[in-house]
């Protein structure tokens, strides 16, 4: 039997199990029996990312280094604010931000900050363009806010309709609302269709209110990397920011015989990239890089006695929203010292050589529908047993996952591909092989009979 990935407790079992961790008395309790209580109480229900039988979501164990890197950083506690507060750590965060823009290749003129996740990072590189709309209307949206727009509910983003929840979470708190987002249809390979794209952009009115296109280098459905390069061609010329999303899926790119699939991602006026995926770095790590380090000027708010107009540099608070910032830099640095750039690769090939073989292997399945070829690390199927009524498939996928993620011996996900539910296997971890995401396949087809 396989070892679980949770214990498999119920929520109130949980709840019951962690009472005593929770129950602040007004003597303190000794270390050792803190220790205690979060070993037998806690640890058993948080989830083991590192099985080779996870294969639901973007979480890995962290990288050695990254473990050392993040043990250094919470024992010196900096808020990486501003020179002023933790000079060591905002020099660090601003050599490492310049170190991944070259690791990269993005232009000389590029810069990076750090975030708290990609969903953060997406809805400052929304700000940022839906800012530079404003500058090019005559008016500065941090004084005016949505009303110099006039209209604002003509306001729009492009979006491919496998883009990330985030996106819809940005507009939401940009106060544009769901509405504002032109849903682009994807193609065969589940990437954004850019003849849609164009066609929605050859009407004059609708690409004047469009102030975003936000392209994804790894849906987090399918693992599709839209073509940014030919996204940004349609978009040059129009003053159409362009953001790339690639929390899950821009470190491939790092992976030289995969750069062509990703080619175009350093022209976006913006990029997402989230290390705390593949990469194994602290929860969260997040880094927004812009392609002309003058957009994040938008960004710089100044006070009396914090972050004053004329104080040493550099300031890594000027670039985003949060004034108290971790010092996130740190473990990334230590990671990627440690592993080294040939290791990385690896640890990166390990996934896609997973999923790849993966896909392969389920190729001539007479009871497997394969949903879409496989870009990066993910891949989606249905299981479809014979004499199994096609209008009851979706109803047999769902059992299948559920009866799966009750039993904690395996994970996978579930979603939806052009109207149909579908199983979603993801290979983050290096732990993850073909021949473990096999014998998922072989769990599911258990779990399928007598449906």
Not at 74 to 94: D, I, K, M, Y
Not at 318 to 344: D, E, I, N
Not at 392 to 411: C, F, K, N, P, T
């Amino acid at each position: 039997m396989n070892k679980k990935i949770y214990s498999g407790a119920t929520p109130e079992a949980v709840r019951r199990d962690l009472a005593p961790l929770v129950d602040f008395g007004e003597q303190g309790t000794p270390l050792a029996e803190v220790g205690r209580l979060i070993d037998e109480r806690l640890a058993p229900h948080l989830a083991d990312y590192g099985l080779p039988s996870f294969h639901s979501f973007f979480n890995t164990p962290p990288e050695a280094g990254a473990e050392l890197g993040a043990a250094a950083a919470l024992r010196h506690n900096q808020g990486v604010t501003n020179w002023q507060v933790s000079p060591g750590g905002a020099v660090l965060e601003e050599m490492c931000g310049e170190a991944l823009v070259r690791l990269f290749g993005f232009p000389e003129t590029a810069e990076a900050t750090f975030m708290y996740c990609g969903t953060y990072a997406n809805q400052q590189a929304l700000y940022l363009a839906l800012h530079r709309k404003a500058e090019d209307r005559g008016f500065d949206l941090a004084a005016k806010g949505l009303r110099g727009f006039g209209k604002p509910e003509r306001l729009a983003v492009a979006v491919s309709e496998q883009a990330h929840f985030s996106i819809r979470h940005a507009v939401r708190m940009l106060g544009l609302g769901e509405d504002s987002l032109i849903r682009i249809p994807v193609d065969g390979r589940q990437r954004m269709n850019v003849e849609a794209l164009g066609e929605v952009l050859s009407n004059k009115r609708i690409r004047e209110d469009v102030f975003a296109v936000v392209a994804t280098t790894g849906t987090t459905s399918t693992g599709a990397v839209d073509p940014v390069d030919a996204v940004v061609d349609l978009c040059e010329g129009t003053r159409i920011w362009v953001h790339a999303d690639g929390a899950y899926g821009l470190a491939y790119a790092l992976v030289p015989e995969f750069g062509p699939l990703f080619a175009g991602f350093e022209r976006a006026d913006s990029v997402t990239w989230d290390p705390h995926k593949q990469l194994g770095a602290p929860i969260p790590s997040s880094v927004l890089f812009v392609k002309r380090r003058e957009e994040f000027r938008r960004m710089a708010i100044y006070g009396e006695y914090f972050n004053r107009e004329g104080d040493p540099r550099p300031n890594p608070g000027l670039r985003s929203a949060p004034s108290t910032r971790p010092m996130s830099a740190l473990a990334l640095v230590a990671s990627l010292k440690h592993q080294g750039l040939a290791g990385v690769r690896e640890r990166l090939r390990a996934p896609l050589a997973a999923i790849s073989g993966f896909a392969e292997a389920l190729a001539g399945a007479p009871d497997v529908e394969v949903c879409h070829i496989p870009d990066t690390g993910i891949l989606c199927l249905r299981l479809v047993p014979e004499g199994v009524a096609a209008e009851r498939l979706d109803a047999l996928q769902v059992r299948i996952y559920e009866r799966m993620q009750a039993s904690w011996e395996r994970s996978v996900g579930i979603t939806r591909i052009n109207g149909r539910i579908a199983l979603r296997f993801v290979a983050v971890s290096p732990a993850v092989t073909t021949a473990s995401l096999l014998e998922s396949v072989a769990a599911a087809r258990d779990l399928a009979k007598g449906h």
